[in-house]
């Protein structure tokens, strides 16, 4: 009777056993093909130019500030010494418009009044001179102007006492300095902007990860400075996206634990989303086709784990 009761209790042990495992082995939820995803962050060009080189294949893994490609720069250095000589020159031109634009004028002593041409002359003269301070009139039509004006002045010599001159600076117009204004800084800018491009000869990864070269882009490519080169998937910002069928809903749920192996490690996780590819619309309920469902992966695991990576998943009951 004691061999009978032990194997009595034996037996029963066996049966509640195998009933557990029975039980845990059907309410595991399985995923298949679950792929590791990232956060993408852009590689953007620094300048305009043509890329000369690609130095990374697509897919390939970069720590933060590999170099990327190379390009070759619109902008030479002669561009930059020509524009380094329009910045000088603006700067020039509103420092002698903001001391005062130089006039000459006559000054009678003893003498009649000048005729009327010869001062008609020398408002015109002025008025020439203030234009080609402005840039409105060229230097041929103001030296016409002084031109015409010392001919009155040498009619009325000859009837009048001789008359000295002298040079007079007046203030330049408000529309005149703003205007100086301007020119300097549209020459600033576009010298700072050809700075800038020759600087941005190398393009850099902002982030370690997997490299994705964006479409389009090779070696002989024109590029724009801001354009996107490639995205990188953030090695620090990991998880793993499953695709579920909508029968498969039910089984998994927020917090769900999840184990699963990666890069040769046993590791586990929680589900931390889950959502819909689509919604019903136009008034009438339509099913989603694929359900995603995001794992989370621990933070420790660092650079070593790539985006694309594909595991299996095993949800707990």
């Known amino acids: ?95 002698d418009l903001q001391k005062g634009i130089a006039v000459t004028q006559p000054m009678m002593s003893d003498a009649p009044i000048a005729a009327a041409d010869t001062e008609a002359a020398r408002q015109r003269l002025e008025r020439m001179n203030e234009l080609h301070a402005m840039g409105a009139i060229s230097a041929v039509k103001r030296d016409e102007a002084e031109a015409a004006y010392n001919a009155a002045l040498a009619a009325d010599q000859a009837r009048a006492p001789a008359a000295s001159y002298h040079t007079v600076m007046q203030p330049a117009s408000a529309e005149q300095i703003k205007q100086a204004e301007l020119f300097l800084k549209q020459a600033e800018i576009a010298l700072t902007k050809a700075q800038q491009d020759k600087a941005g000869t190398d393009i850099t990864a902002t982030v370690s990860g997997t490299l994705y070269l964006a479409e389009g882009v090779s070696v002989g490519s024109r590029i724009s400075s801001g354009q996107t080169i490639a995205n990188i998937g953030n090695a620090e910002d990991l998880w793993l996206d499953a695709q579920i069928d909508v029968k498969q809903k039910e ?67």
Request: no cysteine.
């Open 1 to 95: 009777m004691q061999f009978g009761l032990l194997g009595f209790l034996t037996l029963t042990a066996l049966t509640i056993g195998g009933v557990w495992l029975y039980q845990r082995a059907h309410n595991t939820v399985t995923l298949e093909d679950v792929q590791v995803k990232s956060a993408l962050v852009p590689a953007k060009a620094k300048a305009d130019g043509t890329i000369s080189e690609i130095l990374v294949t697509d897919g390939a893994h970069v720590n933060a500030g590999d170099v990327i490609a190379h390009i070759k720069l619109n902008v030479t250095d002669e561009d930059l010494v020509q524009l380094q000589q329009n910045v000088d020159l603006a700067k020039k031109s509103l420092a």
């Open 251 to 317: 089984t998994v749920r927020l917090g769900q634990f999840a184990s699963y192996r990666l890069n040769g490690r046993e590791m586990q996780g929680t589900v931390q989303d889950i959502e819909d590819d689509a919604e019903a619309g136009d008034g009438e309920e339509s099913l989603p086709e694929k359900i995603h469902v995001r794992i989370s992966i621990p933070e420790e695991t660092g650079a070593e784990i790539l985006p694309g990576t594909r595991v299996t998943v095993r949800l707990s009951p």
